[in-house]
C-alpha cells in the first residue's frame, strides 16, 4: 500500500521542472494521473515519457474551456478526481519596479497574475464539485517570494503572496470537505520557468543560468546547503494531497533550505554576546 493508491491526481503545469517532478513522484506513490500542459513541445515529451499510463492533456489554464475539456478527459478516464495540484507559474524577470516602464506595467500584472493566481482559481472552480465529492485535496505552489524580499520583482512577488491569500480563503471555503494547501518552494534545479512578454522576456528561462552559477548562489543563501531537484518537492505535495491528511488546511508549507532561519548576532562582523564565563 503506497500514499496514493486509490488517488486520482491532476497536476496543471506538469510539463517540466517542478510539476514534473511532483508527478513523477505521485506515480512512485500509486497515483492515478492526469497532467495539463499548454506548451505542446512538452505534451509531447510528457507522453513519450508516461505512455498511456498517464493522460497528458494540452490546455492552457488561464482559458476555462481548456480547464473543462480537461475536466470531461478525467471523467471519461477516471470517473473521479480526488487531489488538484497547482504547478504552473511564470516569473517577472526580478526586474525592478523602477526600471519598468509604466506602460509595460498593465500588461506586466495581467499576464503574470492571470497564469500565477487566475489559473488556480479557475482550475479549483472546475473541479470543485469532483474534489468535494470524494472528500478532496487541493495543494498550489506558492514561493519563497511570497514571504521575504528579493525572490522577484513587484509582479510575481504580488501574485505569490495572493496565492498564499487565496489558499487561506479557498480552505475557509470549501471546509469541511476539502482541504487547502500550498508549498512555498525557494530553488528549483532545472527549472524552466520563463520571464514575461510585457518585459520582452518571453524567450529567457531559469534553465539559462548557468546551473552551476545558479546552485552556487542558492547553496551559499542556505544553511541546509542544498539546492532541491523538482522530485525532492514530490513527497510533500504527495502527502497534503492525500487522504492521509485529515488535519492540515489553510496552510502554507515553506520549503527554503532553511534560508529564512537566519544568523543574526553571529553574521555580524562585530559579533557579539554577553560574554558569560562559567
Ligand atoms: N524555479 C524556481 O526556482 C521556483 C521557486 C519557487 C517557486 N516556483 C514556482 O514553481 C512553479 C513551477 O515552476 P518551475 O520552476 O517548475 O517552472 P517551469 O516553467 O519549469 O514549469 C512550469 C510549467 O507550467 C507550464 N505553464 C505555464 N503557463 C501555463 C498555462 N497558462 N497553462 C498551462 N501550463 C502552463 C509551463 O509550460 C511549464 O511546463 C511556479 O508556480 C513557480 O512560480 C519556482
Not at 506548451?39 to 492533456?57: C, N, Y
Request: charged fraction near 20%.
Amino acid at each position: 500500500m503506497t500514499l496514493l493508491d486509490d488517488h486520482v491526481v491532476l497536476i496543471t503545469g506538469g510539463g517540466s521542472g517542478l510539476g514534473l517532478g511532483i508527478a513523477r513522484h505521485c506515480r512512485t506513490e500509486g497515483a492515478q494521473l492526469a497532467v495539463l500542459e499548454y506548451d505542446p513541445v512538452k505534451v509531447l515529451a510528457l507522453k513519450e515519457e508516461f505512455g498511456d499510463d498517464v493522460l497528458v492533456i494540452e490546455g492552457d489554464v488561464r482559458n476555462l474551456a481548456d480547464l473543462q475539456a480537461c475536466r470531461a478527459a478525467v471523467e471519461q478516464r477516471y470517473g473521479r478526481l480526488t487531489s488538484l495540484i497547482g504547478a504552473q507559474g511564470i516569473f517577472d524577470g526580478n526586474v525592478p519596479l523602477a526600471d519598468i516602464d509604466p506602460d509595460r506595467i498593465d500588461q506586466l500584472f495581467d499576464e503574470i497574475l492571470s497564469v500565477n493566481v487566475k489559473g488556480y482559481v479557475l482550475a479549483a472552480r472546475t473541479f470543485l464539485d469532483m474534489l468535494t465529492a470524494e472528500e478532496g485535496s487541493i495543494v498550489l505552489t506558492s514561493s519563497t517570494a511570497a514571504f521575504a524580499a528579493d525572490g522577484g520583482g513587484a509582479a510575481y512577488t504580488a501574485s505569490k503572496g495572493a496565492v498564499n491569500s487565496l489558499v487561506r480563503q479557498m480552505a475557509f471555503e470549501f471546509a469541511p470537505r476539502v482541504r487547502v494547501n500550498a508549498v512555498a518552494p525557494s530553488g528549483i534545479a532545472g527549472s524552466q520557468l520563463r520571464g514575461p512578454r510585457a518585459l520582452g522576456l518571453e524567450a529567457s528561462r531559469q534553465s539559462d543560468i548557468p546551473a552551476d552559477v545558479f546552485r552556487r548562489a542558492f547553496e551559499a543563501a542556505a544553511p541546509l546547503q542544498y539546492l532541491p531537484a523538482a522530485e525532492d518537492y514530490g513527497p510533500f505535495y504527495a502527502v497534503l494531497a492525500s487522504r492521509q491528511n485529515k488535519i492540515v488546511t489553510g496552510q502554507i508549507l515553506v520549503a527554503d533550505s532553511g534560508a529564512f532561519n537566519r544568523a543574526m548576532i553571529s553574521a555580524n562582523p562585530d559579533s557579539f554576546g554577553l560574554g558569560l564565563q562559567n
